[in-house]
């Protein structure tokens, strides 16, 4: 994506006008090889535009985050980091000085979590054009102004995007436990998963990947054990014949439900229920 790296140091520029938070350093890195990097220090707003591995790998404090690109990582001073980057990257930097952190903090900036996949979007593309068009007038009247400025509207897109990801997120977890919630009430039932991920607006995609992060076992999995639980209730507490069973839970045949019965508890459910009614003389 860019066609060479650059680095311009802002620190000793004069400024015309007061700005808030004025960068020290702009970097537009291309092609580069870096390696794993760890520590606290530094402060900087990072894109990481592409690269050649699919999957950046990170450790902020003690949580590990995997990450597609481009994504954003936020390096603030005193949170402890662990960047790890196989292959060569493009990325684009916007560094300040230490001592801005608790101003920044108070204008909300440097909030949790410190790295984040974004898309490029038109307004984050048309903010990098227009930085790394001021490159050769760095040391015209007013370009360290236009560049502090300009680096505070990415940071105000990148958040943006990273809050309504996780607004979208949210809302999808919500659904998910809402279908989770409905699962448990109608296991009996034969599930349309293309009527059912329809009506509540998801793919199934996004459906399976969301869940997989949310539980441990898969829907077909929690179905399963929910319709073995209800059997063993049934076995202990009546004479219901084990093909009657076999329908009632939609087990394609006896065989089957007796094979996961006993994978689930170590006994057939015929044993299962003379167990339980023995237990009761």
Same mark, same amino acid.
């Given at each position: 994506?860019?066609?060479?790296?650059?680095?311009?140091? +802002?620190?000793?520029?004069?400024? #015309?006008?007061?700005?808030? !938070?004025?960068?020290?350093?702009?970097?537009?890195? &291309?092609?580069?090889?870096?390696? /794993?990097?760890?520590?606290?220090?530094?402060?900087?707003?990072?894109?990481?535009?592409?690269?050649? /591995?699919?999957?950046?790998?990170?450790?902020?404090?003690?949580?590990?985050?995997?990450?597609?690109?481009?994504?954003?990582? +936020?390096?603030?001073? =005193?949170?402890?980091?662990?960047?790890?980057?196989?292959?060569?990257?493009?990325?684009?930097?916007?560094?300040?000085?230490?001592?801005?952190?608790?101003?920044?903090?108070?204008? =909300? +900036?440097?909030?949790?979590?410190?790295?984040?996949?974004?898309?490029?979007?038109?307004?984050?593309?048309?903010?990098?054009?227009?930085?790394?068009?001021?490159?050769?007038?760095?040391?015209?009247?007013?370009?360290?102004?236009?560049?502090?400025?300009?680096?505070?509207?990415?940071?105000? $897109?990148?958040?943006?995007?990273? #809050? $309504?990801?996780?607004?979208? &997120?949210?809302?999808?977890?919500?659904?998910?436990?809402?279908?989770?919630?409905?699962?448990?009430?109608? !296991?009996?039932?034969?599930?349309?998963?293309?009527?059912?991920?329809?009506?509540?607006?998801?793919?199934?995609?996004?459906?399976?990947?969301?869940?997989?992060?949310?539980?441990?076992?898969?829907?077909?999995?929690?179905?399963?054990?929910?319709?073995?639980?209800?059997?063993?209730?049934?076995?202990?507490?009546?004479?219901?014949?084990?093909? $009657?069973?076999?329908?009632?839970?939609?087990?394609?045949?006896?065989?089957? !439900?007796?094979?996961?019965?006993?994978?689930?508890? =170590?006994?057939?459910?015929?044993?299962?229920?003379?167990?339980? !009614?023995?237990?009761?003389?």
């Amino acid at each position: 994506m860019l066609n060479k790296s650059k680095y311009l140091n +802002l620190k000793r520029l004069h400024r #015309d006008f007061k700005v808030t !938070f004025p960068l020290t350093e702009i970097g537009f890195i &291309a092609d580069h090889d870096c390696k /794993t990097t760890q520590g606290d220090k530094g402060f900087e707003l990072c894109l990481r535009l592409s690269s050649e /591995t699919k999957y950046s790998n990170d450790i902020i404090g003690d949580t590990r985050y995997q990450l597609r690109f481009p994504n954003v990582f +936020l390096k603030v001073p =005193g949170v402890w980091r662990q960047i790890s980057v196989e292959g060569k990257r493009d990325a684009v930097f916007f560094k300040y000085e230490p001592s801005l952190k608790e101003e920044m903090e108070k204008a =909300g +900036l440097l909030k949790p979590p410190y790295c984040w996949e974004i898309r490029l979007t038109p307004a984050i593309n048309s903010i990098l054009k227009e930085c790394e068009a001021l490159c050769p007038r760095l040391y015209e009247r007013g370009t360290a102004e236009k560049l502090d400025l300009l680096a505070m509207q990415m940071f105000q $897109e990148v958040l943006l995007f990273r #809050d $309504e990801q996780k607004n979208m &997120a949210d809302n999808t977890d919500d659904v998910i436990r809402q279908i989770a919630a409905y699962l448990h009430s109608h !296991f009996l039932e034969e599930v349309d998963w293309d009527e059912l991920l329809k009506n509540n607006g998801l793919s199934r995609r996004n459906f399976f990947r969301r869940w997989k992060e949310m539980f441990d076992d898969s829907p077909a999995a929690s179905i399963r054990e929910l319709k073995l639980d209800y059997a063993r209730s049934l076995l202990a507490e009546s004479d219901i014949p084990i093909w $009657e069973l076999t329908r009632m839970l939609n087990f394609s045949n006896s065989n089957y !439900f007796c094979s996961i019965f006993k994978a689930q508890y =170590g006994i057939t459910p015929y044993e299962y229920h003379c167990r339980m !009614f023995q237990k009761k003389k």
